[in-house]
């Protein structure tokens, strides 16, 4: 259980935290906590900072909608640094990002980045945007969603084909292919991530109606 007594303020009174987005382990922001905030946090369940800029409390998403629900925080060895792990509700960053940490100043080649869909979905966004000649994701965009939507019914029925014959390395593939042109499409119609995670989050309850099928004639 966080102790806030055995937290170590600075002498502005603001510990430092780093909020994280619970489906991706992307860092988010960096913002600053009073004693107050933090007691707040702990009791909405939601971020509340310590705007240094303009001297008042800031509860994340109060104007903007997009509030980060607290799944954990967590103090670091010295007690002078906190982690905040959140499901967010909308962008991040005030310019509207999912991250306020979108600028890469540096980047080392030889240690590729580790997957993820998040990851996936930035680089569709990029390609969409920026058309690079070449590219088969250019492609799609530029076919449009017609093309796009025969390209998600012909991987589905690849996925059936391959499942139908047992084969599971087969079906991984054609799942892959599947899952990459759906999130094409995504991209096409604006649909971020997130909005199929609730989707996906508000069905948690199982569903225990039976199909009742004919007795034979």
């Not at 987005?21 to 960096?30: F, G, Q, S």
């Not at 607290?70 to 906190?82: G, N, Q």
């Not at 590219?135 to 029925?157: A, N």
Request: net charge negative; proline share 4%; with cysteine.
């Amino acid at each position: 259980m966080l102790d806030i007594s055995q937290l170590k303020f600075d002498d502005r009174g603001l510990i430092p935290a780093i909020v994280v987005d619970a489906e991706t382990n992307a860092v988010l922001t960096l913002a600053y906590m009073s004693r107050e905030s933090l007691a707040i946090s702990l009791e909405k369940g939601l971020t509340c900072f310590w705007s240094r800029s303009r001297q008042q409390l800031w509860l994340k998403g109060e104007t903007s909608g997009n509030y980060q629900h607290i799944l954990s925080i967590t103090a670091d060895c010295d007690r002078d640094a906190l982690v905040v792990t959140v499901r967010k509700d909308g962008p991040a960053c005030h310019l509207g990002t999912d991250s306020c940490f979108q600028d890469e100043v540096y980047h080392n080649d030889a240690e590729p980045q580790p997957f993820s869909l998040a990851g996936l979905m930035a680089l569709l966004a990029q390609r969409n945007a920026e058309r690079p000649a070449g590219s088969y994701t250019t492609y799609l965009f530029e076919k449009g969603v017609d093309k796009i939507l025969k390209k998600v019914g012909e991987e589905s029925t690849e996925v059936i084909i391959a499942a139908k014959a047992g084969d599971r390395h087969d079906t991984v593939y054609e799942i892959a292919d599947l899952v990459y042109h759906v999130m094409v499409l995504m991209t096409q119609m604006g649909i971020p991530l997130e909005d199929v995670r609730k989707e996906l989050a508000s069905r948690h309850v199982i569903d225990k109606k039976v199909k009742q099928e004919k007795p034979p004639a």
